[in-house]
């Protein structure tokens, strides 16, 4: 049995869900299928979440929020009349919405409960089409298929005990249709997982019902090796694993949420990536293990957004504590970091910039140069970050090598390497402006057969 998750391109529109249609009816082990909110028709349209939490704010704000339930009931009527589906789906959930808005709860809870809407209504509109075609389907609620989760909004956790819940759902007959994005709390509060959260309840119903495979619907045909935007045509990835996904994805894939691989993972159900709009193609897979042999490096990520901090003391490495001390500094502000790559007598501290705010910047700096006695401490901001990813990377000869000959050849100044602390990846921090360039060489290196890629040829070290 498979678990199919289609996103908000898939069903932005009529035309869209039709073909979301024909990959149900097309094979019947696709039992629990999980749907978006309507996304993107085209490339400046608005996402019905983004409308929902537009209304949600002008009604918390006391503004005159009329136009903004037009615009959402506009859309969901749309797809309605060109499914040809009745008008009591819509007059459903212009009631959903209308007692929502008059929910007596804090803000958080009645936002969640308005962003939910528009996964509910899809999930609502399929089931009602699947019938429409003779298909047994069905809209089963989220509290219904067993998703307890914790009461945080907008960052919902599953609790353990839904598992067993959710196995049930084989049971079920026909095809069960169930909206994405939220649980329901012990307490019975609707919440929601955090933004592209349809991935995670995909990959929890996956999980729970030891599905053979969670196929995760969206509009590409595979994960491309590299962004798109610096190089034309990347190649595909047929397969990865949920390491080497979770390091793409650390680092700019979006294709799939991050926080979606732990339930795929924990149960070791394979994931495949797929395109409604060309469902032949075979897709991208995330498996638990791959032959890396052939290819050691799988994909190469990157983001803009970090900034790094630089302290520098001499006989850093006999002071008994000196990490720590630095790193509780952060946790005393509330600052998370994300790298700490260091050195005989350095060490840097890698932050998000939004984390690492300009306010808080001065007081760490006093507190760093008045606790820890450092001979410097300075900040670099505009610095990015690129992930060369693959299975079997620290364990190849020469991929180091080739990767900072590639920087090199590009004329690109690496600020800051760190290999070795994750088995799969290794990290290189770059100067913002330089990325493009990077990305560019460093892909010719790994994924072109020009002659380049002959001067360090990657010999396995395995078994030396
Ligand atoms: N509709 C939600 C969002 O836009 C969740 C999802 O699409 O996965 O974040």
Not at 207 to 215: H, I, N, Q, V
Not at 438 to 445: D, G, M, N, P, V
């Given at each position: 049995?498979?678990?199919?998750?289609?996103?908000?391109?898939?069903?932005?529109?009529?035309?869209?869900?039709?073909?979301?249609?024909?990959?149900?009816?097309?094979?019947?082990?696709?039992?629990?299928?999980?749907?978006?909110?309507?996304?993107?028709?085209f490339s400046d349209d608005v996402k019905m979440t983004d409308l929902l939490i537009d209304l949600c704010y002008a009604k918390q704000n006391n503004q005159d929020y009329q136009l903004h339930l037009q615009k959402i009931m506009d859309r969901f009527e749309e797809i309605i009349n060109d499914l040809e589906l009745g008008n009591d789906i819509l007059e459903d959930i212009q009631q959903t919405i209308e007692k929502y808005l008059q929910f007596d709860t804090s803000p958080l809870g009645q936002l969640d409960a308005l962003k939910s809407i528009g996964e509910d209504s899809s999930a609502k509109i399929v089931s009602a089409y699947l019938q429409r075609l003779g298909l047994n389907a069905s809209y089963v609620n989220p509290k219904e298929a067993g998703i307890f989760v914790s009461n945080e909004p907008g960052q919902a956790q599953l609790l353990p005990e839904s598992f067993s819940i959710i196995y049930q759902l084989r049971e079920r007959d026909g095809v069960s249709v169930v909206p994405g994005f939220f649980g329901y709390s012990k307490e019975n509060d609707l919440v929601t997982f955090s933004r592209g959260g349809s991935d995670i309840t995909g990959a929890i119903l996956a999980?729970?019902?030891?599905?053979?495979?969670?196929?995760n619907f969206t509009d590409v045909d595979s994960v491309f090796a590299v962004n798109p935007n610096f190089v034309e045509n990347p190649k595909d990835i047929t397969v990865l694993t949920y390491k080497e996904m979770r390091e793409l994805s650390y680092?700019?894939?979006?294709?799939?949420?991050?926080?979606?691989?732990?339930?795929?993972?924990?149960?070791?159900?394979?994931?495949?990536?797929?395109?409604?709009?060309?469902?032949?193609a075979p897709g991208t897979m995330i498996v638990s293990e791959r032959d890396a042999t052939d290819q050691c490096v799988v994909g190469i990520a990157s983001d803009v957004g970090f900034c790094s901090l630089y302290v520098s003391?001499?006989?850093?490495?006999?002071?008994?504590?000196?990490?720590?001390?630095?790193?509780?500094?952060?946790?005393?502000?509330?600052?998370?970091?994300?790298?700490?790559?260091?050195?005989?007598?350095?060490?840097?501290?890698?932050f998000r910039d939004h984390r690492f705010t300009p306010d808080k910047e001065q007081v760490v700096i006093d507190r760093i140069r008045n606790e820890l006695h450092v001979d410097t401490v300075s900040i670099h901001r505009d610095l990015a970050v690129i992930m060369v990813v693959g299975e079997g990377l620290v364990n190849t000869v020469g991929v180091a090598a080739k990767a900072t000959a590639s920087f090199a050849k590009a004329g690109i100044n690496i600020d800051m390497i760190n290999q070795g602390s994750s088995e799969v990846s290794m990290m290189f921090g770059v100067h913002?402006?330089?990325?493009?360039?990077?990305?560019?060489?460093?892909?010719?290196?790994f994924f072109t057969a020009d002659e380049s890629n002959l001067e360090f040829p990657s010999i396995s070290a395995k078994g030396h």
């Open positions: 049995m498979k678990v199919a998750k289609f996103g908000g391109s898939s069903v932005a529109n009529a035309t869209q869900i039709k073909k979301v249609a024909n990959i149900i009816k097309s094979d019947p082990s696709r039992k629990v299928i999980v749907v978006s909110a309507p996304g993107k028709r999980a729970g019902t030891k599905a053979s495979l969670y196929e680092a700019g894939f979006s294709v799939f949420h991050d926080e979606a691989l732990i339930p795929a993972f924990k149960e070791q159900i394979p994931v495949c990536i797929k395109n409604t709009n060309n469902p032949d003391k001499f006989l850093m490495n006999r002071e008994v504590g000196f990490g720590r001390k630095l790193l509780n500094i952060f946790e005393d502000e509330g600052i998370s970091f994300e790298h700490a790559p260091s050195g005989i007598d350095d060490m840097s501290v890698i913002a402006v330089d990325l493009e360039r990077a990305i560019q060489s460093l892909y010719k290196e």
